[in-house]
């Protein structure tokens, strides 16, 4: 059966709130200003990358060392289920497919994540981004892969699996097909009935 595979922030997971807290109590820590709703509107790049915007090179090791260590306390409780992500997990899983989640946050939080979001998945890889993605696809045998981000669409060409944008994090639907999404669903309420004809010839669109 097909495997598939999926993003996490803002594709399966809400992590906004708790990402934005983080932030603004590492702000507070290192010392310097960092606008977490400007962060939040645009997750999906590494961590590293994000922190570059507000800090000189030198100060984000220790960054990302502070992030890291705030994260499951204060992010992981607050984190939901994006809508439709269960049911999206769920009909893979009755239609006898294997699930794994590849993301740019580090394996640590990922696997947290998926397990307070109660999603059943086979296999969590963190800390990859953009077509990094694809040697994980590639090894899982994902047929599919969702995300909510261009780099996404990126990640499952490279993975050689049909790209499914979903038009719930930065990225709207006009950007995700003119970025060559296979095709996109407005969220993940929408994935079940689209995988099931996906999965059957006779009514796929």
Known sequence: MD???????MTLADTRAGIAAVYDELALRVGVFIDSAVVVARLGPPLEWELA???PAERIPEA??????LYPSIAVPVTTPMPGA???VDAVRRAGGRVIVVTGKNPMDAERTVRALGFDVDEVVGSVFGPAKGPALVSFGAAAYVGDHVADVEAAKAGGAFSVGVATGHHQAEELRGHGADVVLADLTEFAEWYGGWRSPTVFV
Request: net charge negative; aromatic share 16%; no cysteine.
């Open 64 to 69: 990302v060392t502070i992030y890291r260590a």
């Open 86 to 88: 269960a049911q999206a």
């Open 53 to 55: 915007n507000w800090l």
């Open 3 to 9: 495997a598939v595979g999926f993003d996490l922030d």
